[in-house]
């Protein structure tokens, strides 16, 4: 990975202007896509297959007058008089004709309708008129809504001063949420966070503008899509506020990267290639868990949790791919001005920053005393530091036990809100279940008494507590299918409006055994009661997902047992703390005026899941870039404890401002934000707080100062089972340090020295060599151009190991080996792309292939008494690709030949000296003759190339447990 990113880091500073005007391009394409396709982001919230969502799509097409959604105006007299006399009577009839008119309208219904009057108040005080509209709350048009408020301010034209007229309902009752000016204060913040930790106005404004251009990006393309898919109103604002935050983050750590490779005198092209492999490397890694764990959302099986999941994990994907592409471009054009001018100016004079005034002269900087203070504090009492960090968050996840699920609805908006305003008055009037009515339906077609059996039916629901009234139950038209509206004594939110639902559910079989017909529950509250109940059972897969995923992603990083654990514990507590803040905020009402909570109550039922999954993320994110720095120290040769001071010091800087700046672009949301997207920031603001401060910066340190050398062991099996990812850039700084390797043969297509692969000790202890139990590596070998090497399987039994491990095809445990200019094991996968594997039979089609080395595989071939035409085609192979050569349509190709030197000197072209392995750890040296010529002796010059390894070189390639690093 850090190769790869090095290599795109070199294009990107090279085609800087090239990088920078494609992003352009793609969010000028997008934008315009946008503005002319977007269907706007107003999707409701649905989960197909469940009894409420099934039993409204069959009353959409058997019952349409109360299928789709609906919309309230809310007559309330004035104190002393009737909304069902004069002049409100009349005036209301009025006013329902009109909206009778109104497109998609298929029924109203008010209290003075002759066949079916509903919705006059106990009190008669208050009159409720429920407009039925066709379609799905997404779908009602602009004309539609307007013309319904037109009618209500009329309405309260033409009544007394003193009477109230609202309008709500559904179709009012979600906002679309916007961009305010208070949540451009968490990017001022971010702002000045950065100019204090990276010191350049311009390496200040940098992250900024990149994550600006990323989020442009993430939100044209998801408005294109709308044109194709629905999408909830939250999935946009989710996925600005967390690709904005990440996207800052991002740059930031390369950017800093950068800033300390070019203080220690680092060349600015290299150093940016650097920085993003280093740097770079850790960003992908971050950005692979956070949209691993988002797109995990789909565990739940909620469509519209999926698209959310991954809108949001696109968002942290353009994150990472403008963060590696345009962050090298940029920095590439700003040069050193990416320093702040003293530095410039000691690096222009030739002084290392590290003489410049106030750093080495004037001792550690202000930042590393307080951070190395704070190291010390928290690891000084290890046990005490893990007992306090526990108790403190333990506390704080007490109000999790009493976290209750729901989907938002009018009670969450402004107190000002006409939604909210009717919502309060019909609660007041006419009851809270009022707000939430329930449907039974189901098909009565076989009934010789559809009105009777629904009467009967109606008695039975009245019967159930929990019911305040049953004020519809009537057959449609067709008299195949049946209503009952039920009232709930309380409102949507209340935990005895859902036992009410499961009591009616309860009642399904006996119902249908007493009058053959079976009942489904549904209505816009029974459908999210069963999406807050499925989305809490989907957090225990969810959460072992997560937690399962960061053991194996956090083991394959920094190669232990204890790290992954003790950072997947520390995520569960930053977990808990965050629930319990959503808690004691939204349901307790603590700091609720403050956070301009509107309405306390149960959280949103996607809240949980959410922020689970990026939190994971995040915090992964904290975890490798402080262990990693302190894994760093530890690798390369300090003890435990100096190891964790000096990596706590080096990297706390970077990621308590990565903290800082994603705390405040979470926090700018709650105070103005739309209902459903403040609790979600919330909970993110909490816990990246917890996660970075509490838990990374205190609990991290601590623990693994308790462990000591133990933190970093890992079980040979497993770290032969886990791949590895290279998150640090160890790969590349080897590969830096190889580049002008092998010293004594700069141009050898391929160098080998110390090998050790895979059974060597097995393979050599009975057989040729003779070696002990240690084991003996594979030889040390010099393959120049046009020279190809010769591993006889008749005389060493490592020859296919070192045929595969020079193909790239099999591990290499220790030593270094270059194949083609490319370092073993790292450029491994790199070089099976330009390495073939042929027998006699595939020669001719593997050289047409071009490969940089060729693996002729003759053991089935026989020795000298392979027949001629077998020789012959596989020479006129070689020479046909010669003549490609000399064309310039083929590289060169070095062979090597699993077989003995006798049946490769018949096969390879003319002018080939071999490098051959014999018994006795010898090398012989021979050009292959003319077809006409005589061959050379077999005592041709030798060299030796085989060594035996010794047991401390096998380990100083290996982990504490002798496992394979």
Same mark, same amino acid.
Not at 200 to 203: G, I, T
Not at 255 to 260: D, K, L, M, N
Not at 351 to 357: D, N, T, V, Y
């Given at each position: 990975?850090s190769t790869?990113?090095?290599?795109?880091?070199?294009?990107?500073?090279?085609a800087r202007?090239?990088?920078l005007?494609?992003w352009?391009?793609i969010?000028?394409?997008l934008?315009?896509?946008?503005?002319? @396709?977007?269907?706007?982001?107003n999707?409701?919230?649905?989960?197909p297959?469940?009894?409420?969502?099934?039993a409204i799509?069959?009353?959409?097409?058997?019952?349409?007058e109360?299928?789709?959604?609906?919309?309230?105006?809310?007559?309330v007299?004035?104190?002393?008089?009737?909304?069902?006399?004069?002049?409100?009577?009349?005036?209301?009839?009025?006013?329902?004709?009109?909206?009778?008119?109104?497109?998609?309208?298929?029924?109203?219904?008010?209290?003075?309708?002759?066949q079916?009057?509903?919705g006059l108040?106990?009190d008669?005080?208050?009159?409720?008129?429920?407009?039925?509209?066709?379609?799905?709350?997404?779908?009602v048009?602009?004309a539609?809504?307007d013309?319904?408020?037109?009618?209500?301010e009329?309405?309260?034209?033409?009544?007394?001063?003193d009477?109230?007229?609202?309008?709500?309902?559904?179709?009012?009752?979600?906002?679309?949420?916007?961009?305010?000016?208070?949540e !451009?204060?968490g990017?001022?913040?971010?702002?000045?966070?950065?100019?204090?930790?990276?010191g350049?106005?311009?390496?200040a404004?940098?992250p900024?503008i990149?994550?600006i251009?990323?989020?442009g990006?993430?939100?044209?393309?998801?408005f294109?899509?709308?044109?194709?898919?629905e999408m909830?109103?939250?999935?946009?604002?989710?996925?600005?506020?967390?690709g904005?935050?990440?996207?800052i983050?991002?740059?930031?750590?390369i950017?800093?990267?950068?800033?300390?490779q070019?203080?220690?005198?680092?060349?600015?092209?290299?150093?940016?290639?650097r920085?993003t492999?280093?740097?770079?490397?850790?960003?992908?890694f971050a950005?692979?868990?956070?949209?691993?764990?988002?797109?995990?959302?789909?565990?739940?099986?909620? &469509?519209?949790?999926?698209?959310?999941?991954?809108?949001a994990?696109?968002?942290?994907?353009?994150?990472?791919?403008?963060?590696?592409t345009?962050?090298?471009? #940029?920095l590439?054009?700003?040069g050193?001005?990416?320093?702040p001018?003293?530095?410039?100016?000691?690096l222009?004079?030739g !002084?290392?920053?590290?003489?410049?005034?106030a750093?080495?002269?004037?001792?550690?900087?202000?930042?590393?005393?307080?951070?190395?203070?704070?190291?010390?504090? #928290?690891?000084?009492?290890?046990?005490?530091?893990?007992?306090?960090v526990l108790?403190v968050?333990?506390?704080?996840?007490?109000?999790?036990?009493?976290l209750?699920?729901?989907?938002?609805?009018a009670?969450t908006?402004?107190?000002?809100d006409?939604?909210?305003?009717t919502?309060?008055?019909?609660?007041?009037h006419?009851?809270?279940?009022?707000n939430?009515?329930?449907?039974?339906?189901?098909?009565?077609i076989t009934?010789?008494?559809?009105v009777g059996?629904?009467?009967?039916?109606?008695d039975?629901?009245?019967?159930?507590?929990?019911?305040?009234?049953?004020?519809?139950?009537t057959p449609?038209?067709?008299a195949?299918?049946?209503?009952?509206?039920?009232?709930?004594?309380?409102?949507?939110?209340?935990?005895?409006?859902?036992?009410?639902?499961?009591?009616?559910?309860?009642?399904?079989?006996?119902?249908?055994?007493?009058?053959g017909?079976?009942?489904?529950?549904?209505?816009?509250t029974?459908?999210?009661?069963?999406v807050?109940?499925?989305?809490?059972?989907?957090?225990?897969?969810?959460?072992?997902?997560?937690?399962?995923?960061s053991l194996?992603?956090l083991?394959? #990083?920094f190669?232990?047992?204890?790290? &992954?654990?003790?950072a997947?514990?520390?995520?569960?507590?930053?977990?808990?703390?965050? @629930?319990?803040?959503v808690?004691?905020? @939204?349901?307790w009402?603590?700091?609720?005026?403050a956070?301009?909570?509107?309405a306390t109550?149960?959280v949103?039922?996607f809240?949980?899941?959410i922020?689970?999954?990026?939190?994971?993320?995040?915090a992964?994110?904290?975890?490798v870039f402080?262990?990693?720095?302190?894994?760093?120290?530890y690798?390369?040769?300090?003890?435990?404890?100096?190891a964790i001071?000096?990596?706590?010091?080096g990297?706390?800087?970077?990621?308590?401002?990565?903290?800082?700046?994603m705390?405040?672009? @979470?926090?700018?949301?709650?105070?103005e934000g739309?209902?459903?997207?403040?609790?979600?920031?919330?909970?993110?603001?909490?816990?990246?707080?917890?996660?970075?401060f509490?838990?990374?910066?205190?609990?991290?340190?601590?623990?693994?100062?308790?462990?000591?050398?133990r933190?970093?062991?890992?079980?040979?099996?497993?770290?032969r089972?886990?791949?590895?990812?290279?998150v640090e850039?160890?790969?590349?700084?080897r590969?830096?340090?190889? $580049?002008?390797?092998?010293?004594?043969?700069?141009?050898?297509?391929?160098?080998?020295?110390a090998?050790?692969l =895979?059974?060597?000790?097995?393979?050599?202890?009975?057989?040729?060599?003779g070696?002990?139990?240690?084991g003996?590596?594979?030889?040390t070998?010099?393959?120049?151009?046009g020279?190809?090497?010769?591993?006889?399987?008749?005389?060493?039994?490592?020859?296919?190991?070192?045929?595969?491990?020079?193909?790239?095809?099999?591990?290499i445990?220790a030593?270094t080996a270059?194949?083609?200019?490319?370092?073993?094991?790292?450029?491994?996968?790199?070089l099976?792309?330009?390495?073939?594997?042929?027998?006699?039979?595939?020669?001719?089609?593997?050289?047409?292939d071009?490969?940089a080395?060729?693996?002729?595989?003759?053991?089935?071939?026989?020795?000298?008494?392979?027949?001629?035409?077998?020789?012959?085609?596989?020479?006129?192979?070689f020479?046909?690709?010669? #003549?490609?050569?000399a064309?310039?349509?083929a590289p060169?190709?070095?062979?090597?030949?699993l077989?003995? $030197?006798?049946l490769a000197?018949?096969?390879?072209?003319e002018?080939?000296?071999l490098?051959?392995?014999?018994?006795?750890s010898?090398?012989?040296?021979?050009?292959? =003759?003319?077809?006409?010529?005589?061959p050379p002796?077999?005592s041709?010059?030798?060299?030796?190339?085989?060594?035996?390894?010794?047991?401390?070189?096998?380990?100083?390639?290996?982990?504490?447990?002798?496992s394979?690093r």
């Open positions: 990975m790869l990113l090095h290599a795109i880091g070199l294009w990107a500073t090279r202007w090239l990088v005007a494609t352009i391009a969010l000028a394409v934008g315009i896509a946008a503005g002319l @396709f977007s269907q706007g982001a999707a409701p919230i649905t989960i297959g469940t009894e409420s969502q099934e799509d069959t009353l959409g097409r058997t019952f349409p109360v299928s789709g959604t609906s919309a309230t105006i809310i007559v007299a004035a104190d002393g008089e009737r909304a069902d006399q004069q002049p409100y009577e009349q005036t209301i009839v009025d006013a329902v004709d009109e909206l009778e008119q109104l497109d998609d309208v298929s029924a109203v219904t008010h209290p003075f309708d002759e079916a009057a509903a108040s106990d008669g005080q208050a009159a409720l008129v429920t407009v039925q509209i066709t379609g799905a709350q997404s779908d048009s602009d539609t809504a013309g319904i408020i037109a009618v209500a009329q309405l309260q034209d033409r009544l007394p001063a009477a109230e007229v609202s309008y709500g309902g559904d179709v009012f009752s979600v906002s679309i949420p916007g961009f305010t000016a208070t !451009a204060i990017v001022v913040i971010a702002f000045v966070v950065l100019l204090f930790t990276l350049s106005l311009v390496a404004g940098m900024l990149i994550a251009i990323g989020v990006v993430t939100i044209a393309g998801l294109v899509t709308t044109a194709f898919a909830t109103s939250t999935t946009p604002m989710l996925a600005l506020m967390l904005l935050a990440v996207g983050d991002y740059t930031l750590f950017v800093s990267r950068h800033q300390e070019l203080r220690s005198g680092l060349g600015v092209t290299e150093s940016i290639a920085a492999a280093t740097s770079g490397s850790a960003v992908v950005g692979l868990t956070v949209i691993i764990a988002l797109l995990g959302l789909a565990v739940a099986g909620i &469509p519209f949790l999926t698209a959310l999941g991954v809108a994990a696109a968002g942290v994907a353009v994150a990472v791919l403008i963060g590696v345009l962050t090298p471009a #940029v590439a054009m700003a050193l001005k990416i320093l001018k003293r530095q410039r100016d000691a222009a004079a !002084a290392p920053i590290e003489s410049a005034p750093s080495a002269s004037h001792g550690p900087s202000r930042a590393d005393r307080f951070f190395g203070g704070w190291v010390r504090g #928290v690891t000084a009492k290890p046990v005490a530091t893990i007992l306090a108790v968050l333990g506390v704080a996840a007490i109000p999790m036990t009493q209750r699920l729901a989907l938002p609805g009670e908006l402004e107190e000002t006409p939604a909210r305003v919502y309060e008055l019909t609660g007041e006419f009851g809270e279940g009022a939430g009515p329930l449907i039974l339906t189901g098909s009565i009934s010789d008494d559809p059996l629904m009467e009967d039916l109606a039975e629901v009245r019967d159930i507590p929990g019911v305040h009234d049953v004020p519809l139950a449609n038209q067709n195949d299918t049946g209503i009952i509206q039920v009232v709930p004594e309380d409102g949507p939110q209340a935990e005895s409006t859902s036992e009410l639902v499961a009591e009616l559910r309860a009642h399904h079989d006996e119902w249908l055994d007493d009058y017909v079976s009942l489904a529950v549904t209505g816009f029974a459908v999210g009661i069963d807050s109940n499925l989305l809490g059972e989907a957090l225990l897969p969810f959460g072992v997902l997560v937690v399962g995923l194996i992603l083991a394959m #990083v190669r232990s047992v204890w790290v &992954p654990i003790k997947t514990l520390g995520y569960l507590l930053s977990v808990g703390a965050a @629930f319990g803040a808690v004691a905020v @939204f349901q009402g603590w700091l609720g005026d956070l301009n909570v509107h109550g149960p949103l039922s809240m949980p899941i922020l689970m999954g990026v939190l994971f993320g995040l992964m994110d904290y975890e402080l262990v990693s720095r302190i894994r760093e120290e690798v390369h040769g300090a003890d435990a404890q100096t001071r000096r990596g706590f010091v990297s706390a800087k970077v990621v308590t401002a990565a903290a800082l700046i705390f405040a672009v @979470f926090a700018a949301f709650v105070p739309d209902p459903s997207i403040k609790v979600i920031a919330l909970g993110l603001a909490v816990g990246v707080f917890v996660d970075a509490i838990v990374r910066m205190t609990l991290v340190p601590a623990v693994l100062a308790l462990l000591g050398d933190a970093w062991s890992m079980p040979g099996w497993l770290s089972v886990l791949p590895s990812f290279d850039g160890e790969g590349l700084a590969e830096i340090a190889h $580049a002008a390797w092998p010293a004594d043969m700069p141009q050898a297509r391929i160098a080998a020295d090998l050790v =895979p059974g060597d000790a097995a393979s050599t202890s009975g057989g040729a060599g070696a002990d139990a240690a003996v590596g594979a030889p070998i010099r393959v120049g151009v020279e190809a090497l010769v591993l006889d399987p008749q005389q060493t039994g490592r020859a296919v190991p070192i045929a595969e491990a020079l193909s790239g095809r099999g591990p445990i030593g270059k194949v083609a200019g490319l370092l073993l094991p790292e450029r491994a996968a790199s099976r792309s330009r390495a073939a594997w042929a027998t006699p039979a595939t020669l001719r089609e593997a050289l047409q071009r490969p080395v060729l693996v002729l595989d003759l053991r089935e071939a026989g020795q000298a008494d392979a027949s001629s035409a077998a020789v012959d085609g596989m020479r006129s192979a020479a046909a690709h010669a #003549v490609s050569v064309r310039g349509a060169e190709v070095t062979p090597v030949v077989g003995g $030197a006798e000197r018949r096969i390879l072209p002018g080939t000296e490098v051959t392995l014999d018994r006795t010898a090398a012989a040296s021979a050009r292959v =003759p003319s077809p006409v010529s005589t002796a077999e041709a010059t030798e060299r030796p190339l085989i060594s035996p390894v010794k047991p401390e070189v096998v380990s100083h390639f290996s982990d504490s447990e002798g394979a």
